[in-house]
């Protein structure tokens, strides 16, 4: 009996803080539930080479480099269909597409439709494959942000359109050259996004009825990096990093904290800086890379180091991943998978082995792998642009692939070469994974 009771104790003290291991986790919004690039489901495949996946299912899919998302049993992909127009994928130039944008809804079990939405949608963007903007999911509706600007709030049951705003139209924002980005931030009742215009880069909105709650900051070029919450000195502060600098403001009312120059090239800031203990790290394109020391919730903070050409690592649409003293990310310039000593800045190692396929052209830039780390067993799951999965073990002292296995064909092009550019989502054991082909469920469970 008091065995019973203390165990009941237990468990509703671990419901309080909410710490209970979750049955199927889910990875609703970009970078997963608390947006950390952390895989903490226990139970997982820890060597394809003993273990095959297998592919549960297999579901049709159109252009998009939106991830899909995972809440509750069901998946949700954003894709675009296309009607006319050529993807030429010119680095600078942009092409015309005419067609839809369109957001289905999945059982996650069986991958059969529930519903979809999609609206007509004209696109005049370099590289135009579809949306960028994962879906994020929260109490009973899905956002999704557009390439063009269109931000829309469904019903998760039925796929009813609740509210939508034209970024365009309402802030006369005129569409980033290679299209909107920033993954939309949900934060308690706002849903807070990159928007662009006078006055307008960050505007908050109420997540339910869509009324705008706040807007600030102004900027040539509104960046690409999504919306992100730290917390620092007690405060929260929501990071908006624009092509200029890099922002700190309040997040219920939008009021400026602090603000760092950090300009990247082309206004090109995209990975969202990531924070340990009392510092912040950035970088971006240009060779645009620093360690940030942040002060009061209201100074500026100080750099303690900026990147050289050859120290440092140069992020952009892979958000690195900092594990105690050692940033592991993509470097931009190398398209390699690289260890940077955090307090210094000095390079340890790095490799292009999961970033590029082996017959990649002599001085490939961009070489992409989406790095993801599973806590239960300290290793990580990347996904490289070749559309391999793969196991690795990574230290300070070299690069260690345990294992890898061949997803999907990439079915897009970047810089001449083959690639496939939209991050799986984790989650019920299992992984989430696209192209502009196809979306499928791999089985990741272990024995």
């Not at 998760?156 to 920033?182: C, I, N, R, S």
């Not at 469920?441 to 272990?446: A, I, M, Q, T, Y």
């Amino acid at each position: 009996m008091n065995r019973h009771r203390n165990y009941s104790f237990i468990v509703v003290m671990l419901l309080a803080l909410n710490v209970l291991p979750t049955i199927a986790a889910n990875w609703p919004t970009w970078l997963g539930e608390r947006m950390d690039s952390t895989w903490r489901e226990t139970g997982i495949n820890e060597n394809f080479a003993t273990q095959h996946p297998t592919i549960l299912w297999r579901v049709p899919a159109d252009l998009g480099y939106a991830s899909p998302a995972v809440a509750d049993g069901k998946v949700y992909l954003f894709d675009y269909v296309r009607e006319s127009g050529e993807v030429t994928n010119a680095p600078t130039g942009k092409d015309k597409l005419t067609g839809q944008e369109r957001v289905r809804c999945m059982n996650a079990e069986t991958g059969e439709i529930i519903w979809s939405y999609a609206y007509d949608q004209s696109y005049f963007l370099s590289y135009p494959s579809g949306p960028r903007c994962m879906p994020s999911v929260a109490d009973g509706r899905v956002y999704t942000l557009g390439a063009e600007g269109k931000l829309s709030c469904l019903s998760v049951e039925k796929g009813g359109l609740l509210w939508q705003k034209d970024f365009k139209e309402m802030y006369g924002a005129e569409t980033p050259l290679w299209g909107h980005a920033a993954h939309p931030l949900l934060y308690g009742r706002l849903v807070i996004c990159v928007v662009g215009g006078e006055g307008s880069v960050a505007v908050a909105f109420d997540k339910n009825t869509g009324e705008e709650k706040w807007r600030a900051l102004s900027a040539a070029e509104p960046g690409y990096c999504p919306p992100s919450i730290i917390e620092h000195a007690g405060v929260k502060q929501l990071l908006i990093w624009h092509g200029e600098a890099l922002n700190a403001l309040s997040p219920l009312t939008g009021d400026v904290l602090w603000s760092l120059g950090l300009k990247p090239s082309f206004g090109m800031a995209i990975m969202p800086p990531r924070k340990v203990g009392d510092v912040l790290f950035a970088s971006g394109i240009g060779k645009i890379g620093a360690l940030i020391q942040l002060g009061s919730p209201t100074t500026d903070p100080k750099f303690v180091w900026k990147s050289t050409p050859k120290t440092g690592v140069y992020c952009a649409n892979s958000t690195p991943f900092i594990l105690g003293d050692t940033i592991y990310g993509c470097d931009i310039d190398t398209s390699s998978f690289m260890a940077v000593d955090l307090s210094s800045a000095e390079r340890l190692w790095s490799s292009t082995k999961p970033t590029l396929a082996a017959d990649a052209p002599a001085g490939a830039r961009h070489g992409t792998a989406f790095i993801t780390y599973h806590e239960p067993s300290g290793r990580f799951f990347l996904f490289s642009e070749t559309g391999d999965l793969i196991i690795a073990e990574p230290s300070r002292q070299a690069y260690k692939e345990i294992s890898r296995w061949h997803a999907l064909d990439p079915s897009n092009t970047a810089f001449g070469r083959p690639v496939v550019w939209s991050a799986p989502a984790y989650a019920m054991k299992s992984a989430f994974i696209r192209n502009d082909k196809e979306l499928i469920r791999v089985d990741l469970s272990g024995n």
